[in-house]
């Protein structure tokens, strides 16, 4: 009996979250950038292999602009 009332409430606030979806997927994509800079970057400087942890951030982001270009 639960699941039903709980399925229309969730396509309800669906429906009524969606204008807002596009700003919080952006805020969340920001906040998932904003951890990489400030701790996975600095900690994939810290053994000595500078040149090698940069090529592979640029690569890996290069790859993710490429399948979100070709995905769109």
Known sequence: M???IAGLLGAAAVIFI???????LAF?????IYVVVEE???????HGNTDLATVGAML???VMMALDVAFG
């Open 28 to 32: 969340a994509a920001g906040a998932m």
């Open 18 to 24: 969606k204008p807002v979806l596009p700003y919080a």
């Open 2 to 4: 639960v699941e039903p």
């Open 40 to 46: 996975l970057i600095p900690e994939s400087q810290l």
């Open 60 to 62: 890996g982001f290069a």
